[in-house]
C-alpha cells in the first residue's frame, strides 16, 4: 500500500546533508533496566500498530513521492539492544550517542530506530539504562514526535497517557499570528507565500546555482535590520504593525549569523551533552524575584552560558545571536493524526548575549519574546515554507538554509509531564532531546520539563563548537548562580 508524501514533510525528506542530518533524537533513562522483550511488544502496539507511516519507506514512483510499505520490514531491524560495556560509565554511553547522532538513517526502510542502551554500571546517580529514540523529521514535527515517544508510557498501570505541552487557552504566538493573519488583505499566508515566490523571481543565475545562490549577497544587511530596530523599537511591545515590520526585516534581510566559536562550516563529526536535574520549583522562584516566566529564566541563563563560552574561546562577543524557534500550529494534545506530519512554523529569537545586569537580562528577553508573540511572523514563516515546499528541490533547499543560516542554530522548550512515567512498568527517570539542525547551524538546544526538573539537550558541531560538556557547565553554574541570589539560603 502507498500513500503520497505531502509537500511539507518531503522538503524535511530532501534537506539530509552529511553535515547536518534531519533526525530528531530523543532519550530515555532508567534507573531499573525495563523488560526490554515489553519495550518491543509496547512498540509494536502503539507505534506500529497505531501508525501505519512507520512501517513505510519512501519511494519515488512514477515521478511522485510516496509513503510504500516496507516489504522486508522488521521490528528487530529497528528496535535494536546494544552493550556498551560491561561496566561502562555515562561517558561512554555519551560517546555513542553522539556518534549516532551523525549516522543517516536508512532510506531503504522506514526512517526510524530505537536503540537500547545496556551494560552500564549504574553507579552513583547514573542511570542502569538508557533508550534512544531517533526520528526523521520527514515523519513527524518536533512536538508530535515527543507524542509519539511518550504515548509509549503510561502515568500508572493503565492509566491514559498525558497530554504533553501547553493546553492552555491563553493566545499564544501561533493563536494570535493565525487571527492576525484574518486581518491582512489577501491572508498573510499569501503575503508570505508571495515573499517566497519573489525571492525565487531572481535573475536566471539562481537556478544555475541551486543552493549556492542563497550564500551571497547578503552579509552587509546589519545595517538595515539594525534600523529596522531603531525605527520600531520606541512602539510598545503590543504593537502588530511594528512588531511585524520587525520580524519581516529580520527574515528578509539579516545576513549570516555570525561566527560565534569557530570559523568554516559544520563537518560530520557531532557530539551531545546534557544538563539535568535543574528543579522547576527553583526556576519559578527565581523568575518571580526578577518578575520573569520560566522561559524568560531558562533562557537567560542560556544566554549567560553561551556568553562566557564565546568569551573562554577568546573571541569577541556580540550583542546578540539568533535561533530559530519552532511552534505548533495546531492543538497539542494526545490524538495524534494517524499519518503524523508537519504542521509547525518557525519564528527567529534574537537572543541577547553579554548581559551583566540579571534584571536586564530578564526584561530584555521578556520584551524580545513580547514582540515576537505580538507579531504575524509565524504565519510568515509558514508562508514561506509552504512556497518553499513547492518548489523545485535545489531551490526549496536553497531558500530554507537561507533563512537557517541566519541563526547559530534551533532552541526549543518543550513543557512534558509533570508527573513520573512508566514504560513498560518501569519508570522513566528521565527525558532528554537533541533538536536538528540545517543549512550552516552548529548548535541546537532542547529544553524539557518533566517530572519537576528541567534538562538541557546541546547538540553541536565537532569542529565549530567542540566541548558542549563545558557549555552545559556553564548553564548550570549560571543557574545556580541565579539560585543563589534569588532563593533564601535554605531553599
Not at 519564528?347 to 545586569?357: C, E, Q
Amino acid at each position: 500500500m502507498t500513500t503520497p508524501i505531502n509537500t511539507s514533510d518531503l522538503t524535511f525528506l530532501n534537506m539530509d546533508r552529511p553535515t547536518n542530518l534531519m533526525i530528531v533524537n530523543g532519550l530515555m533513562w532508567f534507573d531499573q533496566e525495563p523488560d526490554w522483550d515489553a519495550v518491543r511488544g509496547v512498540v509494536q502496539e502503539r507505534l506500529i500498530d497505531r501508525f501505519p507511516v512507520l512501517s513505510r519507506r519512501p519511494a519515488q514512483i512514477d515521478g511522485a513521492w510516496v509513503w510504500e510499505d516496507d516489504p522486508d520490514f522488521n521490528l528487530d531491524r529497528h528496535v535494536r539492544e546494544v552493550t556498551i560495556g560491561g561496566s561502562a560509565d555515562l561517558r561512554e554511553a555519551q560517546q555513542y550517542i553522539s556518534d549516532r547522532v551523525s549516522d543517516p538513517l536508512d532510506k531503504d526502510h522506514p526512517l526510524w530506530e530505537i536503540d537500547i542502551l545496556t551494560g552500564l554500571s549504574g553507579a552513583g546517580d547514573e542511570p542502569a539504562a538508557l533508550m534512544l529514540a531517533r526520528f526523521h523529521h520527514a515523519l513527524a514535527d518536533g512536538i508530535r514526535i515527543v507524542q509519539l515517544v511518550l504515548s509509549m508510557c503510561d502515568l500508572a498501570e493503565d492509566a491514559a497517557p498525558p497530554v504533553v505541552g501547553r493546553t492552555s487557552k491563553a493566545r499564544g504566538p501561533a493563536t494570535q499570528a493565525l487571527d492576525a493573519s484574518k486581518h491582512v488583505a489577501g491572508g498573510v499566508v499569501d503575503f508570505a507565500s508571495g515573499l517566497g515566490s519573489a525571492a525565487l523571481k531572481a535573475p536566471g543565475k539562481l537556478l544555475s546555482k541551486g543552493r549556492d545562490a542563497f550564500e551571497d549577497g547578503f552579509d552587509l544587511e546589519f545595517s538595515v535590520t539594525a534600523l529596522t530596530d531603531a525605527l520600531t523599537g520606541t512602539a510598545s511591545e503590543d504593537n502588530q504593525i511594528a512588531n511585524s515590520l520587525r520580524s519581516a526585516s529580520r527574515l528578509a534581510l539579516a545576513g549570516r549569523s555570525p561566527a560565534l566559536t569557530g570559523d568554516g562550516k559544520p563537518g560530520v563529526a557531532k557530539r551531545v551533552a546534557w544538563v539535568t536535574g535543574i528543579p522547576v520549583a527553583q526556576v519559578k522562584a527565581v523568575g518571580a524575584a526578577h518578575d520573569a516566566t520560566i522561559n524568560d529564566v531558562l533562557l537567560g541563563v542560556v544566554s549567560r552560558g553561551l556568553s562566557r563560552y564565546v568569551e573562554e574561546s577568546g573571541r569577541d562577543l556580540v550583542d546578540n545571536v539568533s535561533f530559530l524557534v519552532p511552534i505548533s500550529l495546531k492543538p497539542i494534545d494526545m490524538n495524534l493524526p494517524t499519518e503524523l506530519g508537519n504542521y509547525f512554523a518557525m519564528v527567529m529569537f534574537p537572543m541577547p548575549l553579554g548581559v551583566a545586569d540579571d534584571d536586564q537580562l530578564m526584561g530584555e528577553i521578556r520584551t524580545r519574546m513580547a514582540r515576537i508573540k505580538n507579531s504575524t511572523e509565524a504565519m510568515m514563516v509558514f508562508g514561506i515554507q509552504r512556497a518553499v515546499a513547492q518548489t523545485p528541490d535545489a531551490l526549496s533547499i536553497g531558500l530554507t538554509e537561507f533563512v537557517a543560516n541566519k541563526t547559530i542554530g534551533l532552541l526549543t522548550n518543550v513543557p512534558g509531564p509533570r508527573a513520573p512515567m512508566y514504560l513498560a512498568g518501569t519508570e522513566v527517570t528521565g527525558i532528554l532531546g537533541w533538536v536538528p539542525t540545517a543549512g550552516d547551524q552548529s548548535l541546537g538546544i532542547c529544553i524539557f520539563s518533566y517530572n519537576g526538573t528541567v534538562s538541557m539537550g546541546i547538540v553541536s558541531d565537532a569542529g565549530i563548537l567542540p566541548d558542549p560538556d563545558r557549555l552545559a557547565d556553564l548553564v548550570s553554574e549560571e543557574f545556580a548562580a541565579l539560585a543563589a541570589g534569588a532563593l533564601p539560603a535554605d531553599a
